[in-house]
């Protein structure tokens, strides 16, 4: 079935699929009655020679925003040309995110080691739906606060890896994108004259900069608001980039047909797809978790990975991640094996990259926001050939062959 996408639902914690009666893809039903949590999910197959192809597992931040509706739909896909690397797998996680769901509300107080459990039982039972693709290479990669998933989920497939003696996650590589970790809001490591400056430059700007994309224009409603409040005439908004994104992705996935055509929703949950969950309550302390003993124990593993951050976001700086990618690699005793340089797409500067000991890469992606692949979809897509490709990001001006 090369090009073709699969949508459905796993029950996390019961493993029990209907024979061929049921839709490609998706069970005769959700399974939940005993199982509690069933996550939604979107897969992409690469358009051509898919079984030939590695597959890569995305998941989108928040906590608690949808892969479905932003990574799938929103910046890697429906229609950019990544089908011809690797198959993609989108995963709305955890349940309470966009159609996965719980039939016990208490489940919807969750953090980070249930999810990366959940997440774990939900790749054994996609792993028996779709036995072709257990010996293929895994790719994990997200964006945000998945900095925090992806590391731990990985964590948790190597601790299966180590004790199974039977089938075992072949993983060939792990990206983040805006490298979150317990520098990030921990009051011991803030300060007062730090605060004042953050609060000051937040009153400054307002609702009428985007802090996760920093050169970006805002949608109308703030436009509108900064009129009334600095009393400047507005007299257009930028047509170059869709602003208004969230509101129309709402809008589309409750339609009724889409979700029909998606095989979603099959439970009538009692509250609306949304791009960020508004039942989900997941625990703050989860946050100041460091994560850098993860990616330690992930390149020890012989396991490459890779950390890019977009130039234009300041909700987590480019500055703040690289140098805790340096440290780590200091840390590990790797050496320099590239340079912090420029890299190239298409003749243009991609964005910076630097990497240590053959296994641990940073990069940035120029002109890029918070959400890398929506901002860049071009150099998103030549950073992410690179990595699944096993290759460096090319340093010349040298157009390479896609």
């Not at 293929?136 to 003696?165: C, M, R, W």
């Not at 690699?329 to 890299?343: E, R």
């Not at 296994?359 to 890029?368: D, H, P, Q, S």
């Amino acid at each position: 079935m090369a090009g073709s996408w699969r949508a459905a639902a796993l029950a996390v914690a019961m493993v029990c699929w209907a024979a061929s009666s049921c839709v490609l893809g998706f069970p005769e039903e959700d399974l939940v009655g005993r199982a509690g949590r069933s996550l939604f999910y979107y897969f992409a197959e690469a358009q051509d020679h898919a079984a030939g192809k590695p597959l890569t597992l995305w998941l989108n931040g928040g906590p608690g925003c949808s892969s479905v509706g932003g990574g799938a739909f929103t910046e890697l896909g429906p229609f950019y040309p990544r089908g011809d690397v690797s198959n993609l797998l989108f995963v709305e996680s955890p349940a309470g995110v966009g159609w996965s769901y719980s039939n016990t509300s208490s489940d919807y107080n969750t953090g980070d080691t249930r999810t990366a459990n959940d997440m774990y039982k939900f790749l054994l039972g996609w792993y028996k739906k779709f036995p072709e693709y257990r010996s293929t290479s895994l790719f994990l990669s997200g964006e945000s606060y998945a900095g925090h998933h992806i590391p731990q989920l990985t964590d948790v497939l190597l601790t299966h890896n180590e004790k199974s003696k039977g089938f075992k996650f072949n993983i060939k590589g792990v990206a983040d994108c805006d490298f979150e970790d317990y520098t990030s809001g921990n009051p011991h490591n803030e300060s007062k004259s730090c605060n004042d400056a953050i609060d000051e430059a937040i009153a400054m700007v307002g609702e009428y900069v985007d802090d996760y994309d920093v050169i970006r224009d805002v949608c109308y409603p703030s436009i509108v608001m900064q009129e009334l409040r600095l009393r400047k005439y507005v007299t257009k908004i930028s047509l170059g980039v869709d602003v208004c994104m969230s509101y129309e992705g709402n809008f589309y996935f409750n339609l009724p047909e889409v979700q029909h055509a998606l095989h979603a929703n099959r439970t009538h949950l009692p509250y609306s797809w949304s791009m960020c969950s508004d039942v989900l309550n997941f625990t703050g302390k989860d946050v100041y978790t460091n994560i850098l003993p993860l990616l330690q124990r992930i390149v020890e593993q012989k396991i490459p990975v890779w950390v890019f951050s977009g130039d234009q976001d300041s909700v987590v700086p480019l500055l703040r991640t690289r140098t805790l990618v340096r440290e780590l690699a200091h840390a590990m005793g790797l050496p320099v094996t590239v340079p912090y340089s420029s890299w190239f797409r298409k003749g243009q500067v991609g964005g910076w990259a630097t990497e240590y000991g053959n296994m641990l890469t940073f990069a940035t992606v120029r002109g890029a926001s918070h959400m890398v692949p929506f901002s860049q979809p071009d150099r998103a897509l030549g950073l992410f050939r690179s990595f699944v490709l096993g290759q460096r990001l090319p340093n010349t001006t040298h157009r390479p062959i896609d």
